[in-house]
């Protein structure tokens, strides 16, 4: 082994929710672990619209700080300005998403088997072989580091993904928060065939602030201003503003030798909603429970990663993540004409009760089923899949 070189068990590369909660998961155990995070303060910069499914509850004990609102309505507005409104038992968290990502990092800081390398940027790995066993040499900004495990959870530009040649599809988003007049406790989605990959959105944080922002593949400063229009909105006018990056599509390929993706970097993130935060907690109980296999089997195969995570992943929130890209790619391709028709639908039929007794944010399969037993549903949905056969093909693709 090379000599004047930072020997750790296991390196998580980003200390965002995925990373910091997955370095929580393990903290209990006997494990060095260094965390690698480019920027200087955890939780900056600021970069989520942080609506949460109450789930959240569920998963992770959480601090009443962290709650600043709860929606109790989803005003859902089509192009022409048509709208519906759809109450259900969810009732999401609106959360301070600085504090939700410090949690974690705050519990395990002072832990003497934890070390974070703050403002210092993961660059490249290596894998090496010594007494016959294959381990990882890993550069950063500062110093070379070697562990047995590498874990990517550096984003949706992942440079752990991009070495290991994992590539997500992204779309862009762009945010204000701002004081305003609208509900306080009513979330908004604006759809347009013009920001197709997703949707335009006002989040009341609370203590009448909102936050305001749209999603799109491309040109999205130029739909983030014409939106604004649309609202009456001055950006003059906004306490500050964010962007961010979001993948778009399915769960990618988790598991490697010696190495793990979670979180944005493994697309675990909601083609719907461009959500992420229940997916990729969920995933990262699956990774700690495989991380200590390898540890005790002194195995760290691509076989046994795949077995003991990558699989999990794929047999519950993998399947779901294709659900909701299905969705999408339906979505996405509506005109604006699809859009009325659709609502007028959900209207006339007085389907809204059903989003009170199936919706779920993260898990739509009971409510999409329940849909698809009302024949005028059904019906729009088959005319326009005849319309439109690449959908189909790009379906059963996913599917198969």
Same mark, same amino acid.
């Given at each position: ?7 750790? /068990? ?87 998403? #600085? ?10 800081? /002072?832990?003497? &088997?934890?070390?974070? $390398? ?19 040499? #890993? ?14 959870? /550096? ?12 590539? &997500? ?16 406790? %009513? ?6 065939? %013009? ?29 983030? %201003? ?26 990618? %390929? ?31 109980? $699956? ?16 076989r046994l990663i795949q077995k003991y995570y990558e699989k999990s992943c ?23 004409? /699809? ?62």
């Amino acid at each position: 082994m090379e000599q004047n070189i930072e020997k750790y /068990d296991l390196i998580i590369i980003g200390a965002s929710i995925a990373g910091n909660y997955l370095t929580y998961l393990l903290s209990e155990s006997n494990l060095r672990i260094a965390v690698i995070e480019d920027h200087e303060e955890i939780g900056l910069p600021f970069q989520c619209a942080g609506i949460v499914s109450q789930k959240l509850i569920q998963l992770i004990e959480l601090p009443k700080e962290i709650v600043l609102n709860r929606v109790n309505t989803a005003k859902i507005v089509s192009p022409s300005g048509n709208f519906i409104n759809l109450s259900g038992n969810e009732r999401p968290y609106v959360v301070d998403r #600085i504090k939700l990502d410090r949690l974690f990092y705050n519990k395990v800081k /002072d832990n003497p &088997n934890i070390t974070y $390398y703050l403002g210092e940027r993961y660059k490249s790995f290596e894998y090496r072989i010594d007494d016959g066993k294959k381990y990882l040499l #890993i550069e950063t900004s500062k110093r070379k580091i070697i562990a047995k495990m590498l874990i990517g959870c /550096d984003g949706p530009l992942s440079l752990v993904g991009k070495q290991l040649k994992v590539k &997500n599809d992204v779309i862009y988003a762009s945010q204000i928060r701002i004081k305003a007049k609208f509900y306080d406790h %009513k979330a908004a989605m604006y759809f347009n065939p %013009k920001w197709k990959q997703l949707f335009g959105w006002i989040v009341p944080e609370g203590n009448r602030i909102y936050r305001i922002g749209i999603a799109s593949a491309k040109d999205v400063n130029k739909y983030f %201003k014409h939106f604004l229009n649309v609202l009456n909105i001055d950006i003059k006018d906004r306490i500050d503003q964010q962007g961010g990056i979001i993948p778009y599509g399915v769960m990618n %390929k988790l598991a490697f030798d010696n190495i793990l993706l979670l979180g944005d970097a493994a697309g675990q993130v909601k083609a719907t909603t461009g959500g992420g935060i229940i997916m990729l907690l969920t995933a990262a109980k $699956y990774a700690s429970n495989c991380i200590h296999r390898c540890f005790e089997d002194e195995n760290f195969s691509k076989r046994l990663i795949q077995k003991y995570y990558e699989k999990s992943c794929s047999q519950t929130i993998g399947r779901e993540l294709k659900l909701h890209f299905i969705i999408r790619l339906i979505i996405e391709n509506f005109r604006s004409k /699809d859009f009325e028709i659709f609502f007028k639908i959900i209207k006339e039929n007085k389907i809204e009760h059903l989003v009170t007794f199936y919706g779920d944010m993260d898990f739509p399969k009971a409510l999409i089923a329940k849909l698809l037993q009302n024949r005028t549903v059904l019906g729009f949905i088959l005319k326009f899949l005849m319309k439109n056969p690449v959908i189909i093909f790009k379906i059963l693709k996913l599917l198969f």
